[in-house]
């Protein structure tokens, strides 16, 4: 059941997608260049991509506390906190990289990775919004913000990168600053639909050990890991595969995750509609279908044209498998269980998104780059047999 709507829905929407945009620009910013930074100061290349993890690590952490304070303060002044958390993120960045400091720039990211916890519950604000028949349609225009995102992130990056001379990319994590205040002041005009703030009453329905048992919970929380998961697993080796191993350029780098970043967001004009005529459990496994085919263009040739390719199929298949997973979710659970469901699918998803950052720098080094797309292939498969699983339990239980 919805919660009761303060302001206009349509508003709200539009602005939880702007600041979407606002906030994953700065995403697209650190996707772009967070693992190049790391790379100029790290002391062993292996570690290049330990900010990113850091990053994931610090929204894993917080995911908890951050659908704690959303319910407890209001989502409008929760959110205005997340997006707070970025600015002293995004001048941290800056400082480490003007003085060279990696372990300073590990901080930045952890710090950057809890503002982003919040930014993650912008999804669940617009579902918690609508009628249950709107749900997805409202999750994907939400998340379509991130399509301006893809094309504004890289060109800052690119723009800034040698604002400040001598300090490559300084300037990029100032910007990010900015972009911060101007999500706080977007985030400002919002009027949410409330929450369940008593803690009383947040008490009431299913405990955590019985929500681990219902299949539909444990399916979208799996389903939502596993697209996740495995897009991180080859998006943060991609641009160090290009660089450092393939030998193409930075610019070059910084084109594919661009087109990456939009494919992860373009789709969401369409996939509310995908959802509601195919259903939630066969749109995930479609995605989940788009990310191994990412890892089969992988396979087939290291050029530019393949990367783009690759890295454009795997944002489509986050953005299926992402937007038909948190969509099968909120159906789930009632509204005195929301913060208790919210937040443990967020731990899970990050969590596990945590050690495929880590794991794609290690395994990059380790067993290579085409072993990386092999690995994404079976996760991927098995995912598939488990989203099977849970649409036989679903028709069970409904023909029960």
């Given at each position: 059941?919805?919660a009761?709507v303060?302001?206009?829905?349509?508003?709200?929407?539009?602005?939880l997608?702007?600041?979407?945009?606002?906030?994953?620009?700065?995403?697209?910013?650190?996707?772009?260049?967070?693992?190049?930074t790391?790379?100029?100061?790290?002391?062993?290349?292996?570690?290049?991509?330990?900010?990113?993890?850091?990053?994931?690590?610090?929204t894993?952490l917080?995911t908890?506390?951050?659908a704690?304070?959303?319910?407890?303060?209001?989502?409008?002044?929760?959110?205005?906190?997340g997006?707070?958390?970025?600015?002293?993120a995004?001048?941290?960045?800056?400082?480490a990289?003007w003085?060279?400091?990696?372990?300073?720039?590990?901080?930045?990211?952890?710090?950057?990775?809890?503002?982003?916890?919040?930014?993650?519950?912008?999804?669940?604000?617009a579902?918690?919004?609508?009628?249950?028949?709107?749900?997805?349609?409202?999750?994907?225009?939400?998340?379509?913000?991130?399509?301006?995102?893809?094309?504004?992130?890289?060109?800052?990056s690119a723009?800034?990168?040698?604002?400040?001379?001598?300090?490559?990319?300084?300037?990029?994590?100032?910007?990010?600053?900015?972009?911060?205040?101007?999500?706080?002041?977007?985030?400002?005009?919002?009027?949410?639909?409330?929450?369940?703030?008593?803690?009383?009453?947040?008490?009431?329905?299913?405990s955590?050990?019985?929500?681990?048992?219902?299949?539909?919970?444990?399916?979208?929380?799996?389903?939502?890991?596993?697209?996740?998961?495995?897009?991180?697993?080859?998006?943060?080796?991609?641009p160090?595969?290009m660089?450092?191993?393939?030998?193409?350029?930075t610019e070059?780098?910084?084109?594919?995750?661009?087109?990456?970043?939009?494919?992860?967001f373009?789709?969401?004009?369409?996939?509310?509609?995908i959802?509601?005529?195919?259903?939630?459990?066969?749109?995930?496994?479609l995605?989940?279908?788009?990310?191994?085919?990412?890892?089969?263009?992988?396979?087939?040739?290291?050029?530019?044209?393949?990367?783009?390719a690759?890295l454009?199929?795997?944002?489509?298949?986050?953005?299926?498998?992402?937007?038909?997973?948190?969509?099968?979710?909120?159906?789930?659970?009632?509204?005195?269980?929301?913060a208790?469901?919210?937040?443990?699918?967020?731990?899970?998803?990050?969590?596990?998104m945590?050690?495929?950052?880590?794991?794609?720098?290690?395994?990059?080094q380790?067993?290579?780059?085409?072993?990386?797309?092999?690995?994404?292939?079976?996760?991927?498969?098995?995912?598939?047999a488990?989203?099977?699983?849970g649409?036989?339990?679903?028709?069970?239980?409904?023909?029960?």
């Amino acid at each position: 059941m919805a919660a009761e709507v303060v302001g206009s829905p349509v508003r709200n929407i539009a602005l939880l997608s702007i600041s979407q945009a606002l906030g994953g620009s700065s995403q697209a910013i650190l996707i772009s260049v967070a693992a190049l930074t790391a790379a100029m100061m790290a002391p062993a290349q292996g570690l290049a991509t330990l900010p990113v993890t850091l990053m994931i690590i610090g929204t894993a952490l917080t995911t908890g506390p951050a659908a704690w304070l959303i319910h407890t303060w209001g989502r409008k002044r929760g959110f205005m906190f997340g997006a707070a958390v970025a600015v002293p993120a995004a001048l941290l960045a800056a400082t480490a990289a003007w003085i060279g400091n990696f372990w300073l720039f590990c901080l930045a990211l952890a710090l950057f990775g809890a503002s982003g916890a919040f930014g993650q519950q912008y999804r669940f604000a617009a579902a918690d919004s609508v009628p249950p028949a709107l749900r997805s349609r409202a999750i994907s225009w939400v998340l379509f913000g991130g399509v301006l995102a893809g094309f504004i992130g890289p060109q800052l990056s690119a723009l800034s990168k040698d604002w400040v001379a001598g300090a490559t990319f300084t300037g990029t994590y100032l910007v990010m600053a900015i972009l911060a205040f101007f999500s706080i002041g977007v985030l400002s005009l919002t009027r949410l639909a409330p929450t369940v703030k008593r803690a009383e009453d947040r008490k009431a329905g299913r405990s955590f050990a019985q929500l681990l048992r219902a299949p539909q919970v444990i399916v979208a929380m799996l389903g939502g890991a596993a697209s996740y998961a495995m897009m991180t697993l080859v998006m943060v080796g991609a641009p160090l595969a290009m660089v450092f191993v393939c030998g193409h350029t930075t610019e070059e780098a910084a084109f594919a995750i661009q087109w990456h970043i939009v494919a992860m967001f373009a789709p969401s004009f369409v996939t509310g509609t995908i959802i509601t005529r195919l259903g939630a459990h066969l749109t995930t496994a479609l995605g989940l279908l788009f990310i191994l085919a990412a890892a089969v263009v992988n396979l087939s040739g290291i050029s530019v044209g393949h990367f783009v390719a690759s890295l454009s199929l795997l944002g489509v298949g986050w953005n299926f498998g992402f937007i038909a997973s948190t969509a099968l979710l909120t159906s789930s659970y009632r509204p005195e269980e929301a913060a208790r469901v919210q937040g443990l699918n967020e731990q899970v998803v990050f969590g596990v998104m945590a050690v495929a950052s880590i794991a794609s720098g290690l395994l990059l080094q380790l067993i290579g780059w085409q072993s990386i797309n092999i690995l994404a292939i079976v996760v991927v498969t098995a995912a598939i047999a488990i989203l099977a699983w849970g649409q036989y339990q679903s028709g069970k239980t409904a023909s029960a």
